[in-house]
């Protein structure tokens, strides 16, 4: 990738579409507009709260990130998107019962304006959700030209700029890449017969990238994971990135995993088991949706401890992952971590963890950044797969062949790397033995 030789200004609007409107995306809706008439703090965005160091220890120069790289600034934000569901944002929100009344009650207004587009729903892929606010087409080639539609009328309609997409929608059943997604002309001869492995997310991305909208992935989907998809994003030069929001317990093992490996302690289990009652615990109750987030889950220790390297530490960890729907607790989640460790002369330890967490309170400011991030790589003429958004996922994708690295610290390293690197800026590689010498 050459480094650009201008990033274009985020001058103008930017448009934020969302195909998913429920918990997730309200909140991120709900708390963008808090926070840009200073009601609330967007507490977890790097983009809003996160500094770089730039330059030696000595040179104190730690600006924010929001003012070292042209970003879209809040107050350019429009918010729209796609639902099963025809509530506006604030019903939904009301709905989903993240935010306190007093916190929606200031943005009611602003919020009831924003109503969801008919979405795209075969039930196939999601067999728990029965949506009442949907297209009809007679093949999925039309229904990607109906998404189009939208996008061209949405920018229309609020005089945009640019537009990115961010799925914040419901994991689909678990399929792998098949011959449909081999190349751009399979797929589209796919779209023609109405091709059973083409799902839902995949319309949305198919459409958002022959419109030259970036796209991030939210869920564990393969809506842009697939070598077709690749060429096609490569080809139009528009940005993507996924996929499943890293938020709750795989957090953690991202952040803890890194650290038993640093210091050569030996790991024979590690159990977790989640509960929540959202409407995507709802769908996760369905073995084939669960069986999507488990590969996306249950990837990260193999990545991160390399069992084949660290064969005596590592070689036979037993890794389980469980899914629990449990309605009282709402969006509410608590993980639960049970860790069997082993230390010097292989003396056992355990960890436990129990974190209760909020779903779409950690998701939300992944939201933003991940729109913010894509605008940015498309103003700097980034194209495809943008590996330095790795940090915002449990599965990152990567190009083909190329293990994806889940070591959280690596990733906010690459991240921060990136943007020294597209701002003319000396990459920082923590050595320190300039100081020394």
């Known amino acids: 990738m050459k480094r650009p030789v201008q990033i274009q200004k985020p001058e103008g609007k930017l448009g934020i579409l969302l195909p998913g409107m429920g918990a997730v995306a309200t909140t991120f809706i709900a708390g963008c507009l808090l926070a840009r008439r200073n009601l609330g703090r967007p507490i977890g965005s790097l983009t809003q709260m996160g500094t770089i160091r ?9 600006p924010k990130i929001n003012d070292f790289v042209p970003l879209a600034q809040l107050d350019q934000l429009v918010f729209g998107g796609w639902d099963l569901f025809e509530d506006n944002a604030y019903e939904s929100a009301t709905n989903a019962a993240v935010l306190e009344r007093h916190h929606l009650e200031l943005v009611k207004d602003e919020m009831s304006a924003i109503k969801p587009m008919p979405a795209v729903f075969y039930p196939e892929y999601v067999k728990r959700l029965h949506g009442t606010h949907v297209k009809t087409a007679p093949t999925k080639a039309d229904m990607v030209q109906l998404v189009r539609e939208d996008i061209r009328r949405f920018k229309k309609d609020n005089d945009l700029a640019r537009a990115v997409a961010v799925w914040c929608g419901s994991t689909e059943i678990y399929f792998p890449p098949t011959e449909v997604h081999a190349t751009i002309e399979s797929f589209e001869k796919g779209l023609l017969a109405n091709d059973t492995a083409i799902s839902n997310s995949q319309i949305y991305a ?29 080809e139009r030069q528009v940005p993507i990135s996924g996929k499943d929001f890293k938020t709750g317990q795989t957090l953690m093992k991202t952040i803890i995993a890194p650290g038993l490996k640093a210091r050569m302690l030996g790991l024979s289990g590690w159990f977790s088991t989640n509960i929540l009652g959202n409407r995507d615990g709802e769908v996760l109750d369905d073995p084939d949706s669960f069986k999507s987030k488990e590969v996306s889950k249950l990837g990260v220790l193999e990545y991160i401890l390399q069992p084949s390297v660290y064969a005596e530490l590592y070689g036979k960890i037993f890794h389980k992952v469980r899914i629990e729907y449990y309605p009282p607790r709402g969006d509410a989640k608590e993980g639960w971590d049970n860790l069997d460790i082993f230390g010097w002369l292989g003396y056992p330890m355990q960890i436990k963890i129990d974190f209760l967490c909020r779903d779409s309170i950690l998701a939300a400011p992944i939201v933003l950044d991940l729109a913010l991030f894509s605008d940015l790589a498309a103003r700097a003429g980034f194209g495809g797969t943008q590996e330095w958004l790795s940090f915002y996922y449990k599965s990152p ?41």
């Open 54 to 62: 730039l330059g030696k220890r000595t040179d104190q120069r730690t």
């Open 206 to 234: 198919w459409a958002c990238l022959l419109e030259g909208v970036p796209y991030a992935n939210g869920a564990p989907n393969l809506s842009v994971d697939f070598p077709a998809a690749w060429d096609l994003a490569r």
């Open 397 to 437: 994708m990567t190009a083909p062949d190329l293990y994806p690295e889940h070591d959280l610290f690596i990733q906010s390293m690459k991240l921060k790397n990136t943007l020294r690197w597209m701002m003319g800026e000396e990459l920082i590689t923590h050595l320190g033995s300039e100081y020394y010498d």
